[in-house]
């Protein structure tokens, strides 16, 4: 039973932590709100076998939500729950059975709440996730399917839950809750009936030690020689454990060390293959750099074999260049005294016509114009002949320069193709430099000398396995992304962006401290002036209630500790009353309270004038008579504008001014200082 007691103590804690009952600020609230008695949501539930994990999987936290008749009333404090997670639930009808289709989850579970079998009744359950995945393309709007192992799936979502957390397994643990909960209840029956049997048995006892007590005597000196027996024994056995003990603890160490020994003698077997691996990359690497070497000083001749072959190539160019200068200078010559020519042949041809004209006009020419017109022929024919020899000319310098043109382009096409092989050489030669350079400072940074690596190196050390496994590391590297070059300048905007925002925070600071210090001085000021205030206030309170009602005692009283946030209270008690509170006073007595209240605040800080609006109207003649003296006590400071209907009170007054209406519809104004009066009467 005890067994049985604490692994129920132990589930029940367990369940209270999954079901956010260990949550101190939620147990306050529920507490104060009343409803800390409900049950939650898991309670109530009766799961069939084996879907526990679905239902889990769907209903998730609603496990946890308390059930309550009405959820309104607790929205009004929900604002003092400060930390902490709670769900509350409408408690309705419970199913009693489980009585939903049995294609449904909500038929593998009873007992539930309406709004939870609502959620139950839209999740099909499926057997297998083959079974679940045929059943999606079927699934309505708003439905789901779950599998006995907790795989949630929709048209288009997957939710898969296995957290081994106190959260999880809740259902299950509410089961074996109930089931030790079960076998507790049938253990203290148990344990009741053993009770009952143990006072008989302890009552035999009793007998049998009353015997016992007859025997002790005989059985005495069995006894002792009982106990040197078995104390022997015992001191045989503590050795023979000691024994057994240090066997063991020998036999342990000898195992351990053995194991030590293998591990050592693998990694020494592993060091001296990684040694021989070592010493052979670096004799290949070393016969790499002899070929190297060699190459280099190769590709060194050829560079300077070529830079000679340019230097040659460019002055060929050069003298190329210069003859094509010259070439295309006298097609240019020739070009234009080909173009005066055509322009004498045009120049003639146009003279030719005209004289031909002429001679169509005159039917007689004369013998000199025929020999002008053969020396014009002849000229003409002499020209034609110098244009003929001149284009002649001109073709054969067009040859020449597209020779020379054909020449330059293959010259300078071998010079680029010889330029190519000086770069490339000289790429080459760099790339070789850059890596020895790469090498050697990588070396560097490993504080060992090329010569003991060379040494150490294993025979058995490949460049391709090496390559291997610097392909693995550029995979891994490559797998990592791109590396992103502006880090660097974004780090570096986002550092002045935080110096910048430091910056505002630490004016921010100073300026919150600044207004911290003034708000701290306004209130020291303002608590400092509001008790002198209300001393002053209360003591001219206390001095013109008595001569306002004719006796009694009144003041203020404070409401709080803290004066910026304290109230006021007006204790008054006139003459004769023992009243408790201020409903007790009559509408008169209210308002001399007022007046004197007023009264002494209007004392603390005089205005040059004070309007008194029918304040005497609820008073009677005798009240009048005491407010008419102190009106006319402050007057002497103060002018007092009043308004009135009491006659008493205008008695009082030294100027009266009202308001006549003589005829109907008509006011007029009529004003009398009775200084004045009393001198025209005694006059």
């Known amino acids: ?37 409900e049950r939650r949501v898991a309670k109530t539930l009766d799961v069939a076998d084996g879907w526990e994990k679905a239902v889990e999987t769907v209903l998730g936290d609603y496990l946890q939500a308390v059930c309550v008749p009405d959820i309104e009333p607790l929205t009004a404090n929900i604002s003092s729950l400060k930390s902490g997670k709670v769900t509350l639930l409408l408690e309705g009808p419970a199913n009693a059975s489980a009585t939903g289709a049995p294609e449904m989850l909500a038929g593998k579970v009873s007992g539930a709440p309406v709004s939870i079998s609502g959620i139950l009744s839209r999740v099909r359950v499926a057997e297998s996730l083959n079974e679940a995945l045929a059943l999606r393309d079927e699934l309505g709007d708003g439905e789901s399917v779950v599998t006995a192992d907790g795989i949630w799936l929709g048209r288009s979502w997957l939710r898969v839950s296995r957290d081994k957390d106190s959260r999880s397994g809740i259902l299950t643990r509410e089961h074996e809750m109930r089931r030790v909960k079960a076998n507790l209840r049938e253990f203290r029956a148990r344990f009741e009936s053993a009770r009952k049997l143990m006072t008989d048995g302890r009552m035999r006892l009793t007998q049998l030690e009353e015997r016992r007590e007859l025997m002790q005597g005989d059985a005495a000196a069995v006894i002792s020689e009982y106990s040197e027996v078995r104390s022997a024994l015992d001191s045989v056995r503590y050795q023979l454990e000691q024994v057994s003990a240090r066997e063991a603890a020998i036999t342990q160490e000898a195992h351990e060390v053995d194991s030590d020994k293998i591990s050592a003698e693998e990694q020494l077997r592993e060091s001296q293959r990684m040694f021989v691996q070592a010493d052979s990359s670096l004799e290949e690497l070393e016969a790499q750099r002899s070929s190297l070497e060699a190459r280099r000083a190769e590709l060194r001749e050829e560079l300077e074999r070529v830079r000679a072959q340019a230097r040659e190539d ?69 020209v034609e002949q110098e244009l003929a020899t001149a284009r002649r000319q001109v073709d054969e310098v067009d040859n020449e320069l597209r020779e020379l043109d054909q020449g330059r382009m293959q010259i300078e096409q071998a010079v680029d193709a010889a330029r190519t092989e000086v770069n490339e050489a000289e790429m080459a030669l760099r790339e070789v430099r850059v890596r020895r350079e790469g090498v050697a400072e990588q070396l560097g940074q490993t504080e060992f000398e090329l010569e003991a690596l060379l040494e150490g190196l294993d025979e058995s050390a490949s460049i391709d396995v090496w390559e291997e496994r610097l392909e693995k590391v550029r995979r891994r590297i490559d797998r ?150 102190i009106v006319k006590e402050m007057s002497d400071k103060v002018q007092f504008v009043f308004i009135t209907h009491n006659k008493g009170t205008m008695e009082m007054a030294r100027q009266l001014t009202g308001v006549t209406m003589q005829e109907p519809g008509v006011s007029r104004l009529v004003s009398v200082d009775l200084d004045e009066a009393v001198k025209m009467a005694a006059s």
């Open 314 to 382: 460019r002055d060929a160019v050069q003298k190329i260049r210069i003859q094509f200068e010259s070439r295309r200078s006298s097609k240019e010559s020739a070009a234009q005294n080909l173009q005066r020519m055509q322009s004498q042949l045009s120049q003639f041809q146009t003279r030719e016509q005209e004289i031909r004209e002429q001679l169509q006009q005159r039917e007689a020419p004369q013998e000199e114009n025929k020999a002008r017109l053969e020396e014009q022929l002849q000229q003409r024919v002499q």
């Open 480 to 629: 990592l992304g791109p590396i992103n070059l502006a880090a660097i300048d974004e780090f570096k905007e986002q550092s002045e962006r935080k110096e910048y925002l430091d910056s505002q925070l630490a004016d921010l600071t100073d300026a919150l401290e600044t207004l911290e210090a003034a708000i701290r001085k306004i209130d020291r000021e303002t608590r400092s002036r509001f008790r002198e205030t209300y001393e002053n206030v209360n003591v001219g309170f206390q001095r013109l209630f008595p001569k306002l009602f004719g006796g009694g005692h009144a003041y203020l009283e404070l409401t709080g500790d803290d004066l910026l946030s304290a109230g006021v209270t007006v204790m008054a008690r006139p003459p004769g009353k023992r009243n408790s509170t201020i409903h007790l006073l009559s509408g008169g007595e209210k308002a001399l309270t007022a007046v004197a209240l007023v009264f002494a605040i209007f004392e603390l800080n005089p205005a040059p004038f004070c309007l008194l609006d029918e304040v005497d109207a609820p008073l009677d003649d005798a009240n009048v008579g005491r407010f008419c003296d």
């Open 1 to 37: 039973m005890q067994a049985a007691q604490a692994k129920f103590a132990s589930l029940e804690a367990l369940q209270k932590a999954a079901l956010g009952e260990g949550d101190e600020s939620v147990q306050r609230w529920l507490e104060g709100e009343g409803v800390d008695g």
